[in-house]
């Protein structure tokens, strides 16, 4: 499977416990991206990175939230210190990025994390 | 942020029979896209529509770009079961840069057999 792939599929965690996710975009994508989606929602942004320069973050990204790219081609999402409000599912989406815009964006699975 | 409006927020349909939603916006997209979503799953790409006025099909499903800029509409012609799902409407806002793309509230379709 050449797709878009997001592990842990779930997550469970204790409230003040840090969690992290990762993402493995389509090969030959070099524009990766983080939404994250709430019940009755659509995906809304998070951040994003062309190889690995994360260049825009969304106001959603509180300072517990970091990502990164290292390589340009995995990417891990980590939340520090989870909130009950940060329930929700994240996903992760790539483009070839090659004409300069976001179009076509292909989606992971998601990863589902829940607070309790 | 940007606000996507989608209509109708749920459906419930008749096997066979056609569907019918819409996005409307204040902004102006130069670029739609209509992403199914099934429980569980991340959103899967229908169709992508670059310029106004363009229609453009996939299967059972039609979907155009207003002439405006500032709406799309998606039509699924003789449901079936597996049309199940949530539906989201998806743009890229019409300014320079790269903008990610902004998303509907989804518009949930139940088929009845």
């Known amino acids: 499977d050449t797709g878009v792939s997001q592990n842990p599929r779930h997550k469970i965690t204790k409230r003040g416990q840090n969690v992290t996710f990762r993402c493995d975009p389509i090969?030959?994508?070099?524009?990766l991206y983080w939404y994250r989606q709430t019940l009755g929602q659509g995906p809304e942004f998070l951040t994003y990175?062309?190889?690995?320069?994360?260049?825009?973050k969304s106001r959603l990204l509180s300072d517990r939230f970091s990502a990164e790219r290292p390589k340009g081609s995995f990417s891990t999402l980590e939340i520090q210190r989870t909130e009950q409000g940060d329930s929700a599912m994240y996903l992760c989406?790539?483009?070839?990025?090659?004409?300069?815009?976001?179009?076509?964006?292909?989606f992971g699975q998601g990863t589902r994390l829940t607070v309790v | 942020g940007q606000q996507l409006n989608q209509s109708p927020q749920s459906m419930f349909i008749q096997e066979g029979e056609d569907v019918s939603m819409n996005c409307t916006s204040s902004?102006?997209?130069?670029?739609w896209l209509w992403y199914k979503q099934d429980p569980g799953e991340g959103p899967v790409l229908l169709i992508a529509?670059?310029?106004?006025?363009e229609l453009t099909s996939n299967g059972r499903l039609t979907a155009q770009f207003g002439i405006t800029r500032k709406d799309s509409f998606l039509n699924i012609s003789a449901s079936i079961p597996s049309d199940v799902g949530i539906y989201f409407c998806?743009?890229?806002?019409?300014?320079?840069?790269?903008?990610?793309?902004?998303f509907g509230k989804g518009t949930r379709l139940s088929v009845i057999a």
């Open positions: 989406a790539s483009t070839p990025g090659d004409r300069g815009s976001n179009t076509e964006a292909f």
């Open positions: 090969s030959e994508h070099n524009r």
């Open positions: 990175f062309q190889n690995e320069a994360q260049l825009e």
């Open positions: 902004s102006i997209f130069n670029t």
């Open positions: 529509l670059y310029k106004a006025g």
């Open positions: 998806a743009g890229q806002l019409f300014q320079s840069g790269n903008t990610p793309l902004v």
